[in-house]
């Protein structure tokens, strides 16, 4: 039985107010992988809500400035900025891993994360499998702890971050594409990725699919997290 919304909105402004307590906002460091949890696992396993309850809890419900973990993202904002479509939550390490075995990815592949946040699956794409990626997000806090991020890890040469509209940008070169996005954003992004990636570009989502009339060839399960696999068919 899941709980109402209102209650799964309040457990997951509670961790995120508990990570902003405890996590330092410093880059990653080269030596270490990132570990942060995602908070909307957490605050499903506090209040036995489905990933998909907090999710769309929080998109109806979230308050701009509460959602963040970073005291960065209360800075004035320019005219005309465009708050983001989800919010921030970070893919946890081992699901970045699994992410990107799931793709299969290889030395030849140009990976593209659309709504990077921090950067960690380019990042650790391009350390990993020594690749070009690129991120791209709207927020401009993200970009800038990202290319932190990249700096400290040595992967500048490899990765770059665009402050982009992930509905306006060009992906089109992507042999690989990461997504966590709401489900209702996969679905609106779907006919894009059909029509603009080339057939055999893996498509991989943390958490939420396509739809039912584009079921993923493979799913995987990585302890709470689910991942699931497309590739772009023949046209």
């Given amino acids: 039985m899941t709980i109402p919304k209102s209650f799964a909105v309040l457990a997951l402004y509670a961790t995120l107010l508990s990570a902003c307590a405890e996590e330092p906002s410093d880059p990653i460091p080269a030596s270490q992988a990132p570990d942060a949890t995602a908070p909307v696992e957490a605050a499903g ?11 769309e ?34 893919t946890p390490q081992p699901v970045v ?21 921090d950067g960690r699956i380019p990042i650790t794409a391009a350390r990993r ?7 791209i997000d709207i927020e401009p806090v993200r970009i800038r702890e990202a290319n932190a991020n ?17 509905f306006e940008s060009d992906f ?14 996969n679905r609106k992004l779907r006919p894009r990725l059909l029509a603009e990636l080339e057939p055999g ?15 993923p060839e493979q799913t ?10 497309w590739t772009v068919p023949e046209r």
């Fill in 45 to 55: 396993k506090t209040a036995d809500a489905t990933p998909d309850d907090l999710a």
């Fill in 57 to 90: 809890a929080a998109q109806e419900d979230a308050a701009p400035g509460l959602v963040y973990r970073d005291a960065y993202t209360r800075e004035a904002r320019p005219p005309g900025y465009r708050e983001p479509d989800v919010i921030y939550v970070p």
């Fill in 97 to 117: 891993e699994a992410m990107l075995e799931l793709a299969g990815v290889g030395p030849d592949d140009v990976l593209y994360d659309l709504g990077s946040g």
């Fill in 129 to 135: 499998f020594g690749i070009r990626a690129v991120g």
């Fill in 150 to 166: 990249a700096r400290a890890a040595g992967v500048t040469d490899r990765v770059s971050f665009r402050q982009e509209d992930l």
């Fill in 172 to 185: 089109s070169e992507a042999t690989v594409v990461t997504l966590y996005l709401l489900p209702s954003l």
């Fill in 201 to 215: 570009t893996r498509i991989v989502s943390h958490a939420f699919d396509m739809g039912d009339d584009w079921p």
């Fill in 220 to 229: 995987r399960r990585i302890d709470s997290s689910v991942i699931h696999l």
